[in-house]
């Protein structure tokens, strides 16, 4: 057991050792990427537990929400090594390499290295690198050892295992510092910043007797509560929340019951609890508490309500910097499921979300904490005449990448423009405002059985790509998750708000009449397919 123990720590130690060349090679910027000479690493694995991920229709295919990182590669001096876990469709990555400005395609292709490791099942993909010892030392053959760096979507002690390794240092949060971002680390940093955020548990609890005691104790500081909103500590795209309803045990609410009959109501109202996934079960959901630990904190009312969001960037040298705001899209039964967002957020609240963002940056940094992180808020309408117009109440922080983080990256890439802080803007190198909207979730089973080739013969025929002279119209990903699972994402970049919400109005139009019941009596607008070449080896 020490010895287990002195080993984990040596990794430890090891991988603090590798981060602190970040901080020697690191300027101010966004992702190390002006750095001339470099190779980049990209592990786009989505270690999150696995048992909630499952929920997310094509979750497997969210690795190519880092393909905008190809991008990167209009710096005719960076090489890119990305590994995904099954292949992806070549067309795919031609797709993102003909987006690059001013590159030959030729010229960014063979500083490109794509690995897979042929393996879909459930496991993390950093957990299948790990176990591949000849694909392992193949990523080493291919960078420049005091020139490389790792990228992925979260960090956790996988991540922290393979960096170690492969000797490399990983721009992300240091997996020690994970507990900031799960639902119960997050309210304790609002707590620090003084950021304003729902009342509820101070404290993870571990069992669904100590769950229905802190719904109790919470109702009693907040008798006019309607709803609670019960967390696993971990979640994933608000999959990990269920709604507990109050409306209809009234008999048992505060000054009406006493606290131990409150608490044995609630213990069997939630077995009742609304779940954002139709698949998940109380008896699922109540196992995960367990392992997870769980929170109950007030539901927020409003007769109009939105999610808004900011996302930071904490560089090596621990300064903190605002990339973006945005009102995120919601779904579900109660609005908890992340669909989408559109960039920049409402200009009533767009700098106060700014301010409150900055304030959780500094905290996260003081501890520590790198690369991106975005905190979600709920933003209700006050009465009239009331000031602040929006009352803004932080619910969550993500210490990782999000659905926000790859359309704004694509644009910020695409665009190669500039965030101003003081306007919460975006301007292109023509001092031209963008905006966009964006989705991961453009799902529609009509859509299933598009492959990618069909899905490039639509964007050519009805012009839905994006325009580098004008630097608008709509970049797709997902798209390996649209044939089997009908499922895309798009990022729609507009001169204005409503030219971006047209143009994802088009994409949607568009696929609807390509797969609709008479789209294959019309001539497909494809290429002429070229004949299968066979070849047979002499004996």
């Not at 949060?173 to 997050?186: F, N």
Request: aromatic share 8%.
């Amino acid at each position: 057991m020490q010895a287990l123990d002195s080993s984990a720590s040596n990794q430890v130690e090891q991988f603090r050792e590798l981060q602190k060349q970040l901080q020697v090679r690191a300027t101010a910027t966004v992702d190390l990427s002006d750095l001339e000479d470099q190779d980049i690493l990209v592990v786009p694995s989505f270690s999150v537990d696995q048992r909630e991920l499952i929920k997310i229709p094509g979750f497997l295919h969210y690795e190519e929400r880092l393909l905008f990182s190809l991008i990167r590669l209009r710096n005719p001096r960076t090489r890119l090594v990305y590994v995904t876990a099954q292949p992806m469709s070549p067309i795919v990555i031609d797709y993102y390499l003909q987006l690059l400005p001013g590159i030959p395609f030729s010229h960014a292709r063979d500083r490109l290295l794509l690995l897979s490791t042929y393996d879909a099942s459930l496991k993390p993909l950093t957990q299948k690198i790990l176990e591949r010892p000849r694909l392992m030392e193949r990523i080493r053959q291919a960078l420049r050892p005091n020139k490389s760096y790792m990228v992925c979507y979260n960090s956790t002690p996988l991540e922290r295992e393979l960096s170690v390794a492969l000797g490399l240092p990983l721009l992300a949060q240091d997996p020690d510092l994970l507990h900031w971002g799960t639902k119960s680390g997050s309210r304790k940093i609002f707590a620090e910043s003084g950021v304003p955020y729902p009342d509820g548990c101070n404290e993870s609890v571990w069992s669904t007797d100590d769950l229905a005691e802190a719904a109790a104790e919470l109702w009693e500081r907040q008798p006019h509560l309607q709803r609670m909103v019960v967390k696993l500590n971990e979640g994933f795209s608000g999959e990990g929340n269920a709604i507990l309803d109050l409306r209809n045990i009234q008999s048992v609410a505060p000054e009406t019951a006493s606290h131990s009959q409150r608490v044995a109501v609630l213990d069997e109202q939630m077995e009742k609890l609304s779940f954002q996934s139709q698949d998940e079960t109380w008896t699922n959901f109540s196992n995960r508490i367990p392992e997870l630990g769980a929170i109950v904190e007030g539901f927020i009312e409003g007769e109009e309500k939105r999610s808004p969001s900011v996302q930071g960037y904490i560089a090596p040298n621990g300064e903190v910097e605002i990339l973006s705001t945005h009102d995120q899209i919601l779904g579900g039964p109660d609005q908890q499921i992340y669909l989408g967002c559109r960039f920049p957020s409402d200009s009533a609240y767009r700098l106060r979300l700014q301010d409150l963002g900055m304030r959780v940056g500094k905290v996260l940094a003081a501890k520590g904490a790198m690369e991106r992180y975005a905190v979600d808020f709920v933003a209700v309408r006050q009465p009239e005449g009331k000031v602040p117009a929006w009352d803004l109440q932080a619910i969550e922080i993500n210490v990782r990448k999000g659905g926000t983080t790859h359309p704004f990256m694509t644009l910020n890439y695409l665009t190669n423009g500039r965030y101003d802080y003081s306007t919460g803007l975006f301007y292109s190198q023509q001092g031209q405002e963008k905006y966009y909207m964006a989705s991961d979730n453009l799902q529609k089973p009509r859509y299933q059985g598009l492959l990618p080739h069909d899905l490039m013969d639509i964007i050519a025929q009805h012009r839905l790509h994006f325009d580098s002279s004008t630097k608008t119209g709509s970049v797709f990903h997902l798209m390996g998750a649209l044939s089997e699972f009908g499922k895309l994402g798009v990022t729609c970049i507009g001169d204005s708000l409503q030219q971006a919400d047209d143009f994802y109005n088009q994409v949607v139009n568009a696929l609807d009449a390509e797969t609709g019941p008479n789209a294959l009596q019309k001539p497909l607008a494809c290429h002429p397919v070229p004949p299968i070449a066979w070849t047979m080896e002499r004996q």
